[in-house]
């Protein structure tokens, strides 16, 4: 099948709900009939300063993650970025033909270096964009699963591949952003108006949190001053992002559920989505519980996955390098 590829960082004790609705729900799902590349992108983390025994830890529990949701590393490629050295190495090629403007305009890097006086943002952190340029080229994805906030950096990707072959001859697939219809972008639960981001973590329901605080906070969600329970994103933010999880959480439509709460309240509405958020959560805790008993056998999970990746990895770069002007080693 196509090839996909996609990445999440290991920047956060947890994935959240908007991380598994918005993205790896995908990934699961497309290991089926393509040829899926996952990565945990912990080159990526280091953007913004890191602990290093907790970035070693977050990798090996972001992989029993990615393993407990669905991902088959039998089925699938699953590595961590930095074993993988053509990342870095691509990425680099790619920097020296993205522009400085292109860069600039990414919103991401503009609103998390807002939050931010200039010495304490990395160059990494405006660089970013390209090396997840790089990752994806690397691969020579056709498909990329993400959530809707990644539109504009898979737009970057997209340019900077016809650019390359453009000016170098055909080297990179062109790849397009796969992202979901519904669940594309799920929303704090106090701040309906923005995404649930583990950056603002007031209103992000967190995978491996207690299950019992995760229905409590839905419980406790933001919505209005209405009464009716329909969906609409622009007038009831609070309530539309309640459907949506619902209806990413158990396969059911918005329309469907829209009929069923019909006449109820909103904390019959709450009450519903929390629980359908516990029945998720605890086999997937007891699951990702079961892989970290092992971090030996997980860890030659990866090993496999990397050695795998490589051999595709390699090949793009040599391409690269020598279509660049690189001389060869002998
Ligand atoms: P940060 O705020 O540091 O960027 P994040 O919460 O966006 O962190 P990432 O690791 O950057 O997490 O994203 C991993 C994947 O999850 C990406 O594909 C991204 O599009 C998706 N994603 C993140 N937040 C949401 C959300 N609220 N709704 C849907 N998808 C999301
Ligand atoms: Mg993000």
Redesign the pocket.
Known sequence: GPRVL????P??DS??????????RSWVRMQADHDAFYCV?DL?AIT?AQDPALLRERTRVSAAQLLALGIDPDASTLFVQSHVPEHAQLSWVLECLAGFGEAGRMT?FKD?SARQDADHISVGLFTYPVLQAADILLYQANQV??????RQHLELTRNLAQRFNSRYGDTFTVPSAHIPKE??????LQDPSA??????PSG?VDLLEDPKRSAKKIRSAVTDNEREIRYDPEQKAGVSNLLAIHSALTGRTIDELVAEFDGSGYGDLKKAVGEAFVEFAVPFQEKVHGYLADPAELDKVLARGAEHAREVATETLRVTYERVGFLPPL
């Open positions: 996609s990445g999440i960082q920047t956060a994935f959240h709900l908007g991380n598994y609705l918005g993205a790896l992108v990526h913004v991401q998390k699963p993400v959530g809707e906030d990644q669940a594309a972008k799920i929303q704090d995404k649930m981001s583990k950056s603002q992000v």
